[in-house]
């Protein structure tokens, strides 16, 4: 299969878990050469200086608080786009289209970035909207851990929108699984970790820019 193809017999497969659940999984939709490609580029990209401390808060309001989210980030964008990171945005610009298609969710663009959590780092309980606004309609986050562990940490924890203290999921980041859900929706968390941890985050919106 090539890098920027989705199967469709597994893309059905996770729009059903999605349109069930409002969050899915899958661990076969993104091929593993391309997963292992962006986890270099992570490495490299750490390596040159370039991932920068994750913020949180919005506009003037944004602060970095290291005990809340302690994990470094590089955002794709197109005008510095790498050849691997262009198989990653077309393999996105693919999934949007699929999930308009699907859902009529009037998805009109993506952000992507990549995250490295260093050894001891976490990400506090959240819901992925900021106060007020609504654009962020589906979160997806791609997993790019080589060799994962159970005793390694670093689970996504899911809660109930209900009960914010019931946690409903528990997902390893194994290389090549990939999250969808429903970015207004669940609280989750980033669980601890004593390796390296990275993934390619991000969400599908409906405003433009």
């Not at 109930?160 to 969808?180: C, H, M, N, Y």
Request: net charge negative; aromatic share 10%; proline share 5%.
């Amino acid at each position: 299969m090539e890098q920027n193809q989705i199967n469709p017999a597994e893309l059905d497969r996770l729009f059903s878990e999605l349109a069930e659940k409002n969050w899915a999984t899958s661990h076969s939709l993104v091929p593993s050469e391309l997963c292992q490609q962006l986890a270099a580029e992570i490495f490299a990209l750490d390596n040159a200086g370039t991932m920068q401390p994750a913020s949180i808060g919005h506009g003037s309001s944004k602060t970095h608080l290291q005990d809340v989210r302690g994990d470094k980030t590089y955002w794709l964008e197109e005008a510095t786009s790498s050849p691997v990171q262009n198989s990653a945005r077309a393999l996105l610009s693919q999934l949007q289209t699929e999930l308009n298609r699907h859902f009529y969710l009037g998805l009109k663009r993506f952000e992507a970035h990549f995250a490295l959590y260093p050894p001891g780092a976490g990400y506090d309980k959240h819901v992925d909207n900021h106060r007020g606004e609504s654009a962020r309609r589906i979160t997806f986050i791609l997993y790019l851990n080589t060799n994962w562990q159970p005793d390694h940490g670093g689970e996504l924890s899911f809660f109930s929108p209900e009960q914010e203290d019931l946690r409903i999921a528990r997902i390893e980041p194994r290389l090549g699984t990939l999250v969808l859900f429903r970015s207004e929706i669940f609280p989750h968390q980033v669980e601890k970790s004593l390796h390296p941890r990275l993934s390619l985050t991000g969400w599908f919106r409906n405003d433009v820019l």
